[in-house]
């Protein structure tokens, strides 16, 4: 019975990814829009998210970076961890020729740029109600451009971000 649902689960999971994925034959504005988003959730884009807040902030800034680092810490390590024990494969693109973005290692479950942009969304959205809509829709974006870029199933990217906002939570009750 278990094995029936994983099945079914995985099958919607791929069929979703196909109409999602976008081909070669997109239009060259479009992939580079993409690209630009997922950016965002790199290394350079999420330790600058840190670091300038750290660097240039208050004393109530830094704090809450301090509160988004070590959330992005644990998150990133927390997705480590479960991706060297699912070893889910990285997705076939749903075309001929290369996928539109880098893969940033040979595991796709869970996506790491989509948990690391919720952490930090997350952390400074508790910190920052009126900035939390915003946040959060860049960080579902980033997550939207990983599986329109061909480098993440849907069922990768909501675990990222599930993984992202309970870390975030976590850190929160206990640094803030």
Do not use: N
């Not at 790199?42 to 301090?66: F, K, N, Q």
């Not at 329109?148 to 939570?169: E, K, M, S």
């Amino acid at each position: 019975m278990i094995s029936r649902v994983k099945e079914w689960i995985a099958a919607h999971d791929r069929a979703l990814f196909v109409r999602l994925a976008m081909t070669p034959a997109s239009h060259a504005t479009h992939r580079w829009g993409w690209l630009a988003v997922t950016h965002l959730g790199s290394a350079v884009g999420t330790v600058s998210a840190i670091a300038v807040p750290l660097w240039y902030g208050d004393r109530e800034m830094r704090h809450y970076a301090w509160i988004a680092c070590a959330a992005l810490v644990l998150t990133f390590l927390f997705i480590q961890v479960v991706k060297r024990r699912a070893t889910r494969d990285r997705p076939a693109t749903p075309h001929e020729g290369p996928p539109l973005a880098r893969f940033p290692d040979e595991f796709s479950f869970p996506s790491g740029h989509s948990g690391a942009t919720m952490a930090l969304a997350c952390a400074y959205a508790l910190a920052y109600p009126g900035v939390a809509i915003p946040l959060v829709l860049l960080a579902l974006l980033v997550g939207v451009s990983r599986v329109r870029l061909g480098v993440h199933y849907p069922l990768d990217v909501i675990a990222g971000q599930a993984i992202g906002v309970a870390t975030a939570i976590g850190v929160w009750v206990l640094m803030r």
